[in-house]
């Protein structure tokens, strides 16, 4: 990022696995789009319908190999003694430092397809809302949430 | 009531008249339901002449409801005091048991509403330190006698049942009142009363849909004028409505300053009391409203951890002051976020750079211009007027971008920005729950970058298209609570 900031940068990167979990969440995107474009289809026809395909065509394209990709070059996520800073975002680059001492709580989530792929979230609850770290190997994950969870055992602040 | 050996308040069941207020509660709870199954019943029958009928039927069957359930919830609910606890017993099929120790408890409000003043009894509201569900108990009817019972116990016991005299005190007078009132500008309202509009529609037509689908379309305005009319209708309506509405929860306001306590009181029909421990006090914001800030007004809310899922008003500090009083009134009642120096309102705060009015302004005059492309091909008879929406869409961008500002000092952080009101944000560094940093490719190139940050649960700042660096600079700063502590970082 451009905004030169003291504070180093995250360096932790996702699983590899990442890119696969949002590839099939893409394509299940796709299956979705597939029923407004054939109804474009059967009811139009002609113009309207070749031009719903091309818009299918780069949907896919988007969803299931750019963004993936990209997604994933691009998150980064760090746990420090004091903080937990994470890097993220394609189009906006979103960074955020949340304070170890405003950690409420910490815990991990599974939906089918991480299960599938061996990978689960980190979710980092504190009085503002929760911030996720998507994505790790199960045992990162639990590793992360662990580390976090012995991190933020100070007394009770709000 | 009060036993030989200690104070105490035998187990009993409320008030009777409680049955009144948790019928009402257990109706409310009720009331969308039973709404739609109103709704459905009586218009979609297509009966003729018996609408009046289902509607008295289904008055009484809601009555009937409210009765059936308040008894229920009555009968099934006790407190006592004993043990230098207070327990409190409620649930008809899972019961829910809640003890609290009378040395922990903060505060014992009590609140008046309308039920509660007929039959001549108090809402309880008992606060411990730990706070949240688990830490409170509310009773809806309880004698006085009764009351003053509990707050002997809780005295005799070191908790803190009535208020000390206060430090310091600010009140809302009647002129400021209808001030705030008129000014507040709340237009929640409208989005319920559009959508009523094609029930009200169906019901004055009649229940053939063919005929009141053409007859409704003659209602619809087809000129400009007319459709201008009827909005400002809609909105004088609405308007009407918010200003009653400000006036009945704000009258009477009082905001009291004890050791640890700040004490809120406020409402016309229900008076309501609530206590915010100052060490719970996460950020202040002061907000200037459309209405408001040409006239130099501002309205406070606080943050408070543990309170964030009530209603708004519920987080009113002080409902109407004069900017150039904010400084004094934190000051005397809030020293610890105010700080040494004066600072929210009299200070100037670092804004955006200029380069960044561009960004501010180009987004909602493109969009606006859309809009009322769309509109003028759209409404027959409008010609080019709706073009003209570019004109206040650009200039709400332009007031954006006046209004972004920040300030770090003295441990605090202010950040300044627009929505529809002006917004400033004042929190201590410390209380932070996250901040960071955006950055989109198109800022990245003009150098630019926004900052965010957020305090307890409910507020946020976003101050957009600041100068990269010095957003850098920022983000660094609100890591280190000292260093802000130490030296003013923003540009005064």
């Known amino acids: 990022m451009v905004a030169a900031t003291a504070t180093p940068e995250p360096s932790q990167t996702l699983a590899p696995a990442a890119r696969t979990l949002w590839r099939l969440e893409g394509g299940v995107g796709t299956l979705v789009a597939l029923v407004p474009a054939i109804l474009v289809q059967v009811l139009a026809g002609g113009m309207w319908a070749l031009l719903a395909w091309v818009a299918l065509a780069l949907f896919a394209l988007f969803a299931t190999v750019l963004v993936p990709e990209v997604r994933w070059r691009r998150w980064r996520w760090e746990v420090r003694e004091h903080e937990i800073d994470l890097r993220h975002g394609t189009w906006e680059v979103i960074r955020t430092l949340v304070p170890m001492a405003r950690v409420q709580h ?32 199960v045992a990162e994950a639990a590793r992360v949430r662990d580390r976090i969870a012995e991190l933020a055992r100070t007394p009770d602040e709000l | 009531m009060s036993s030989e050996a200690e104070p105490g308040v ?19 709870e009720l009331a969308l339901p039973l709404m739609v199954a109103f709704v459905t019943a009586v218009l979609g029958a297509g ?49 829910k048991e809640t003890d609290i120790p009378l040395s922990r408890v903060q505060a014992v409000d009590t609140v008046y509403g309308p039920l509660q003043r007929l039959f001549g009894v108090r809402g309880v509201h008992v606060q ?96 400009t004028l007319e459709w201008i009319g009827a909005a400002a209708a809609l909105l004088a309506v609405a308007w009407i ?70 209603h708004a008003a519920a987080r009113t500090l002080f409902p109407l002051l004069r900017r150039a009083d904010a400084d004094a009134f934190l000051a005397a009642l809030l020293p610890e976020l105010a700080g040494t120096a004066p600072h929210v309102a009299g200070a100037r705060l670092a804004p955006a750079p ?31 007027w709706p073009l003209l929406v570019v004109v206040p869409a650009a200039a709400w961008g332009a007031e954006c971008w006046r209004a972004a500002g920040w300030r770090l000092g003295d441990g605090r952080v202010q950040l300044r920005f627009r929505r529809m009101a002006r917004i400033t944000v004042l929190a201590p560094v410390a209380r932070l729950q996250q901040h960071g940093l955006r950055q989109t490719v198109l800022q990245r190139r003009a150098r630019l970058a926004d900052v965010t940050a957020r305090v307890g649960a409910g507020t946020r700042g976003h101050v957009r298209h600041l100068d990269a660096a010095v957003a850098g600079g920022i983000f660094d700063a609100l890591r280190d609570p000292q260093a802000v502590e130490q030296r003013v970082v923003g540009a005064p």
């Open chain 2, 10 to 28: 035998a187990p009993r069941r409320l008030h009777p008249a409680g049955i009144a207020v948790l019928g009402v509660a257990s109706l409310k």
């Open chain 2, 354 to 384: 200029r380069r960044a009015l561009r960004r501010y302004v180009l987004p909602p005059a493109a969009a606006a211009l859309v809009l009322g492309a769309i509109a003028a091909v759209a409404i027959p008879g409008a010609g080019a």
């Open chain 2, 128 to 223: 411990s330190a730990g706070g949240g569900r688990e830490g409170e108990i509310r009773l809806p009817a309880v004698a006085p006698g009764d009351v003053a019972a509990l707050r002997a116990a809780v005295d005799g016991r070191g908790g803190v049942a009535a208020a000390p005299a206060p430090l310091a005190e600010w009140r809302l007078g009647g002129r400021d009142l209808l001030l705030a009132a008129l000014t507040a500008g709340q237009l929640g309202f409208i989005v319920p009363l559009l959508a009523a509009v094609p029930q009200l529609s169906q019901e004055v037509f009649g229940n053939d849909i063919r005929t009141a689908g053409a007859e409704g379309l003659r209602l619809v305005p087809d000129t």
């Open chain 2, 47 to 95: 009966g003729g002449g018996e609408p009046l009928f289902r509607v008295l039927a289904f008055g009484a069957f809601g009555a009937l409801i409210a009765v059936v359930a308040g008894v229920v919830r009555w009968m099934t609910t006790t407190w006592a005091v004993s043990d230098a606890v207070i327990r409190y017993r409620t649930g008809v099929v899972s019961r």
């Open chain 1, 106 to 137: 910490v815990t991990t989530r599974r939906d089918p397809f991480q299960q599938a792929l061996d990978l689960a979230t980190v979710v980092v609850h504190t009085a503002a809302g929760a911030n996720e770290i998507p994505a790790l190997t």
């Open chain 2, 241 to 310: 409505v918010s200003i009653a509405g400000a006036v009945l929860t704000f009258a009477g306001f009082a905001v009291a300053r004890d050791e640890q306590r700040l004490r809120l009181r406020r409402g016309l029909f229900a008076r309501r009391e609530a206590t915010i421990p100052v060490a719970r006090v996460q950020a202040v914001q002061l907000v200037e409203g459309v209405l408001r800030q040409p006239f130099g007004l501002v309205a406070l809310r606080v943050e408070v951890a543990g309170y964030a899922a009530e």
